[in-house]
């Protein structure tokens, strides 16, 4: 399971990081390998805003959908529409090329409250038990 450690990371395994006056997010590793082969994301549109915790999209594979929770409160910037025609980029590079949106965030301190890597390690391995 692969964890970035310059990451933020939700209790519903979504990933954050900040690049200046934005946030991208997108699903994590292990989300993508509970999810299994993933065949579609339903992405919001550009210029909505959405509070900590609001669900934003969603995600389905071949055995579940789960809802995308936005990790902190903001405008969507830009969504990764390349993703909605190639959905196994989730399965292939969650950290990458399947990222899901870019934020502006409306109370940077939320980035605060989010789990650290080791934070995220310790919550997934207790859900595997």
Request: some cysteine; hydrophobic content about 40%.
């Amino acid at each position: 399971m692969h964890i970035p450690p310059d990451l933020r990371y939700t209790e519903s395994d979504e990933w954050v990081r900040l690049e200046g006056e934005e946030a991208v997010c997108g699903v994590t590793d292990y989300a993508q390998s509970q999810l299994s082969d993933v065949v579609y994301v339903e992405l919001p549109a550009v210029g909505r805003t959405f509070q900590k915790g609001e669900v934003f999209g969603a995600i389905e594979s071949v055995k579940a959908a789960a809802d995308l929770y936005m990790p902190m409160s903001g405008t969507i910037t830009a969504v990764n529409t390349d993703l909605v025609q190639n959905p196994e980029w989730v399965n292939q590079d969650p950290y990458g090329r399947a990222w899901l949106i870019r934020f502006r965030p409306s109370n940077p301190a939320e980035y605060e409250t989010l789990m650290d890597a080791e934070a995220y390690r310790a919550h997934c391995e207790a859900r595997a038990h």
